[in-house]
């Protein structure tokens, strides 16, 4: 998609080809959102993106493609006449390295949790068994590393920020056999998946 049309407006998509090291065919970038008026030559408003790349620890061996990700790290807004009135949209991301892709370092639900030696996602034990397959991978889950990469602060035009903080979800599972364990209550334990847990919200500086 390279453009959407209104009856007042459009909206023309940017992108630069051919310049991702994420991707094995060298892929598209998205780099600028610009909106334009119906009758109007120049661009009402752009939106400029900056980007730059996880890059992943080096345990084991993996293709230097699989060692990055794509990241958004700013939005700088432009209006009519190249005009730069206002600060960029800026984002930060929590710093703990992500394993390469598709690596086996993963929980059950697929998060990153930190076992960089597994060799097979075929779990070795389950909250159940814990002997289930031996010489299988570590799946449990470990909520420090599932939060590697995520989203961790949003800086407003303003100068005020939005600090966002996340924890594991925790689940029960039933204990093998209950008909045989009528009192037995099952095992706790924490899931990889991560849920937003708090958000806090900073006002911009007042000025003197």
């Not at 109007?40 to 060692?67: M, N, V, W």
């Not at 925790?170 to 334990?189: C, V």
């Amino acid at each position: 998609m390279t453009e959407i049309r209104g009856a007042q407006e459009r909206v023309v998509l940017q992108s630069t080809p051919n310049t991702r090291t994420d991707l094995t065919s060298g892929g598209v970038r998205l780099t600028a959102v610009e909106k334009y008026g119906a009758d109007y030559p120049d661009y009402l408003k752009r939106y400029e993106l900056q980007q730059d790349y996880f890059t992943a620890h080096t345990t084991g061996p993996h293709s230097p493609y699989r060692s990055k990700r794509l990241r958004l790290l700013s939005v700088q807004e432009i209006g009519a006449g190249n005009e730069r009135s206002i600060p960029a949209h800026t984002f930060e991301y929590e710093s703990t390295p992500l394993p390469p892709r598709l690596s086996k370092a993963r929980d059950f639900w697929g998060y990153y949790n930190g076992q960089n030696g597994n060799l097979s996602l075929i779990p070795a034990s389950l909250p159940t068994n814990a002997n289930f397959y031996p010489g299988g991978g570590d799946r449990t889950a470990n909520p420090v590393y599932a939060r590697a990469g995520v989203l961790q602060k949003i800086t407003y035009p303003t100068g005020g920020h939005t600090a966002l903080e996340y924890e594991g979800h925790e689940r029960g599972y039933p204990t093998p056999f209950r008909k045989y364990r009528p009192k037995s209550r099952g095992l706790r334990f924490t899931k990889g998946l991560i849920r937003l847990s708090a958000l806090c919200l900073q006002p911009p500086m007042s000025k003197m």
